[in-house]
């Protein structure tokens, strides 16, 4: 029997690609049982498909007031960049 991590995993696979026999049998009789996992494998099912939607339109999902201005934007680069280069900086790899 597969546990439920096992399950979340599939059922993230599953929204890909087929799963083979013994990973969809192994599947429907945990989701049978167990009323979690069925409803997440039920929930990522939607999402996925409101994501492809979404995607397909080219629409965000976010308002037009909750959009960043392309100065802020511009700053929150700059600043991820400074960090990144910092942190490269302060973990250089010792060869032994």
Do not use: W
């Not at 399950?7 to 989701?31: P, Q």
């Not at 007031?65 to 942190?87: F, V, W």
């Not at 302060?90 to 032994?96: G, H, L, P, S, V």
């Amino acid at each position: 029997m597969l546990t439920c991590k096992e399950v979340s995993y599939l059922a993230s696979k599953k929204l890909d690609r087929k799963l083979s026999f013994r990973e969809l049998i192994g599947f429907k009789m945990h989701t049978a049982m167990c009323r979690l996992c069925r409803h997440y494998a039920r929930d990522i099912k939607v999402l996925h498909k409101l994501m492809l939607k979404v995607g397909e339109k080219g629409q965000t999902l976010l308002p037009e007031s909750a959009k960043l201005s392309e100065q802020s934007r511009d700053r929150i680069k700059l600043a991820l960049d400074k960090a990144l280069q910092d942190d490269n900086k302060n973990n250089k790899f010792i060869a032994d």
